[in-house]
């Protein structure tokens, strides 16, 4: 584990905030500056049009007029949606457009430049004033409208004398329109200029400001950089200290730990013992059935599912059985099942299946007194009583089924809905069902918990499912006991992969005589 600690550079900080300023300086004026000057742009070039209005009237030239009052009346409303809408964009190239168009069409209607004194120079005026709130490519466009509409001028000036209108082929007149258009535009390009200058030294102050701070705040943080640099010393020294207490700390706690692993995997050990003399021997299940075998599984080292079996002259018991929970917490459970089992069948010599059950049922809720508390344990299980003299078999289920087969199909006797244990008070004991039917030597039987079938894996993920199981156990049927083992060992490893175990594991299969 590697520990900083870090000490606020305040003089630091200003000098990089200082330095961002610096770089918002460029791109935010600049921004607020190509506005300010298109808006005025706007104004000077509506104020040209309002005067040429003016003029066209005054010389009764009142078709052409509407065109430059025309003009005046777009600009106000293009210039209220360039301030309040998101058209800023659309609007100025609008109203370039116009500006740069409309003298041309204005010249073009009045026959031409003598007759209007020369008014295309506000389409140059226009052209010029973009400088100031264009840049880039955009530029050249605006240039090349500008050439195209002055090649059309050229071309046609000559052929379109004639139509001037005869209060505009005075000489005076064209002198007075010429000193017109010429004062005005040489006054707009002076408080133009005048105000693009203003706005650079603004900025250059403002930079040149900014710019003092930052050598100062520069010249702090290379003063202080001494200190700095003695107590990051200081800092790595009481880092160095830090780790090296961390890592004793570290050894110590990995020491501890595993000393306490040590011991509960002792006593969980201890537990598996204990656990294994309360339960039959697996290899004892071959003495009592003709051909069988248990797969059990744990999940942890000790189990909640547990397999029970007694032999006793004519009759057989063999039982499957999952009780609440795993590891520790289910091996309690496992041990109260087996003892009551023992002394149900072998020491009271019960031996109908639904009675054992009923027995079991009452014995779980009296030894966890349930009736008296909150306790919910319990188990599920299958229990089979074989009748060898008769050859009938009975069954009783809680919750878990009977699977059997005579090798032509598979058939499946469901357990009773309700569990071992559980008390409800709201609810009266329900005696459990007893199936019996005849067997014989070629039917194969099977119990199991389910631990086997809720098991995640799979190119998907999802759980093997009791279809799955059943007709894996059908497919195998005809295979000897070992065989049918040694598949569903493979199958369980194959599906499960590197997926942890979701819960015990116990399937049996058996032949009876």
Same mark, same amino acid.
């Given at each position: 584990?590697?520990?900083?600690?870090?000490?606020?550079?305040?003089?630091?900080?200003?000098? /990089?905030?200082?330095?961002? !300023?610096?770089?918002?300086?460029?791109?935010?004026?600049?921004? =607020?500056?190509?506005? =300010?000057?298109?808006?005025?742009?706007?104004?000077?070039?509506?104020?040209?049009?309002?005067?040429?209005?003016?003029?066209?009237?005054?010389?009764?030239?009142?078709?052409?007029?509407?065109?430059?009052?025309?003009?005046?009346? #777009?600009?106000?409303?293009?210039?209220?949606?360039?301030?309040?809408?998101?058209?800023?964009?659309?609007?100025? @190239?609008?109203?370039?457009?116009?500006?740069?168009?409309?003298?041309?069409?204005?010249?073009?209607?009045?026959?031409?430049? !003598?007759?209007?004194?020369?008014?295309?120079?506000?389409?140059?005026?226009?052209?010029?004033?973009?400088?100031?709130?264009?840049?880039?490519?955009?530029?050249?466009?605006?240039?090349?409208?500008?050439?195209?509409?002055?090649?059309?001028?050229?071309?046609?000036?000559?052929?379109?004398?004639?139509?001037?209108?005869?209060?505009?082929?005075?000489?005076? %007149?064209?002198?007075?329109?010429?000193?017109?258009?010429?004062?005005?535009?040489?006054?707009?390009?002076?408080?133009?200029?005048?105000?693009?200058?203003?706005?650079?030294?603004?900025?250059?102050?403002?930079?040149?400001?900014?710019?003092?701070?930052?050598?100062?705040?520069?010249?702090? %943080?290379? /003063?202080?950089?001494?200190?700095?640099?003695?107590?990051?010393?200081?800092?790595?020294?009481?880092?160095?200290?830090?780790?090296?207490?961390?890592?004793?700390?570290?050894?110590?706690?990995? %020491?501890?730990?595993?000393?306490?692993?040590?011991?509960?995997?002792?006593?969980?050990?201890?537990?598996? /013992?204990?656990? !294994?003399? #309360?339960?039959?021997?697996?290899? =004892?299940?071959?003495?009592? %059935?003709?051909?069988?075998?248990?797969?059990?599984?744990? =999940? $942890?080292?000790?189990?909640? $599912?547990?397999?029970?079996?007694?032999?006793?002259?004519?009759?057989?018991?063999?039982? @499957?059985?999952?009780?609440?929970?795993?590891?520790?917490?289910?091996?309690?459970?496992?041990?109260?099942?087996?003892?009551?089992?023992?002394?149900?069948?072998?020491?009271?010599?019960?031996?109908?299946?639904?009675?054992?059950?009923?027995?079991?049922?009452?014995?779980?809720?009296?030894?966890?007194?349930?009736?008296?508390?909150?306790?919910?344990?319990?188990?599920?299980?299958?229990?089979?009583?074989?009748?060898?003299?008769?050859?009938?078999?009975?069954?009783?289920?809680?919750?878990?089924?009977?699977?059997?087969?005579?090798?032509?199909?598979?058939?499946?006797?469901?357990?009773?809905?309700?569990?071992?244990?559980?008390?409800?008070?709201?609810?009266?004991?329900?005696?459990?069902?007893?199936?019996?039917? @005849?067997?014989?030597?070629?039917?194969?039987?099977?119990?199991?918990?389910?631990?086997?079938?809720?098991?995640?894996?799979?190119?998907?993920?999802?759980?093997?499912?009791?279809?799955?199981?059943?007709?894996?156990?059908?497919?195998?049927?005809?295979?000897?006991?070992?065989?049918?083992?040694?598949?569903?060992?493979?199958?369980?490893?194959?599906?499960?992969?590197?997926?942890?175990?979701?819960?015990?594991?116990?399937?049996?299969?058996?032949?009876?005589?």
């Amino acid at each position: 584990m590697s520990i900083k600690l870090e000490i606020p550079l305040i003089n630091y900080s200003l000098y /990089q905030s200082t330095k961002k !300023r610096i770089l918002e300086i460029f791109e935010d004026v600049t921004q =607020r500056e190509s506005d =300010r000057n298109f808006l005025l742009f706007s104004i000077l070039m509506t104020f040209g049009g309002a005067t040429w209005g003016g003029l066209s009237f005054y010389f009764d030239l009142n078709f052409a007029g509407y065109i430059p009052v025309g003009y005046v009346i #777009f600009s106000i409303f293009n210039i209220y949606f360039w301030a309040t809408k998101d058209f800023k964009r659309s609007c100025k @190239a609008l109203q370039t457009f116009f500006s740069i168009l409309l003298p041309f069409v204005f010249q073009i209607i009045l026959g031409g430049t !003598r007759s209007t004194g020369v008014v295309m120079i506000w389409s140059l005026f226009a052209l010029t004033s973009t400088l100031a709130f264009y840049k880039g490519k955009s530029l050249y466009y605006w240039l090349c409208i500008f050439v195209f509409l002055m090649g059309i001028v050229i071309l046609i000036d000559h052929d379109i004398e004639h139509i001037t209108p005869p209060s505009l082929k005075n000489y005076h %007149v064209f002198n007075m329109l010429l000193m017109i258009n010429f004062s005005m535009i040489s006054t707009m390009l002076f408080f133009l200029s005048k105000f693009f200058v203003d706005q650079q030294l603004r900025t250059l102050n403002e930079l040149v400001e900014t710019n003092g701070q930052l050598i100062s705040a520069e010249e702090e %943080v290379r /003063q202080n950089s001494e200190e700095i640099s003695v107590m990051n010393d200081m800092l790595k020294e009481s880092n160095k200290k830090l780790e090296d207490a961390y890592v004793e700390l570290e050894k110590k706690k990995n %020491v501890q730990i595993e000393s306490m692993n040590h011991a509960i995997l002792e006593s969980i050990n201890y537990a598996q /013992q204990i656990q !294994r003399c #309360f339960l039959p021997s697996i290899h =004892r299940f071959s003495e009592i %059935v003709k051909d069988g075998f248990i797969f059990f599984k744990p =999940r $942890d080292i000790v189990s909640g $599912d547990f397999y029970w079996f007694y032999k006793q002259e004519n009759y057989t018991v063999i039982a @499957a059985v999952d009780c609440t929970g795993h590891g520790v917490p289910g091996a309690f459970m496992s041990l109260l099942g087996s003892e009551a089992l023992t002394d149900i069948v072998i020491n009271k010599q019960i031996f109908d299946s639904a009675e054992i059950l009923n027995q079991l049922d009452l014995t779980i809720r009296k030894k966890l007194k349930q009736e008296t508390t909150s306790n919910k344990d319990g188990m599920d299980l299958a229990l089979t009583v074989f009748d060898t003299q008769n050859k009938i078999c009975s069954f009783s289920g809680a919750k878990n089924p009977l699977l059997y087969t005579d090798d032509e199909e598979l058939i499946c006797i469901k357990g009773d809905r309700q569990p071992i244990g559980m008390f409800h008070p709201d609810q009266l004991p329900v005696p459990f069902t007893k199936h019996e039917f @005849a067997y014989n030597e070629n039917m194969r039987f099977y119990m199991y918990s389910d631990g086997f079938q809720d098991q995640f894996g799979g190119e998907r993920l999802k759980k093997f499912m009791p279809k799955k199981l059943k007709n894996t156990l059908f497919e195998n049927r005809k295979l000897e006991m070992r065989m049918q083992l040694s598949t569903l060992e493979n199958t369980f490893s194959t599906w499960k992969k590197s997926e942890e175990q979701t819960d015990d594991v116990l399937v049996m299969g058996f032949v009876m005589e």
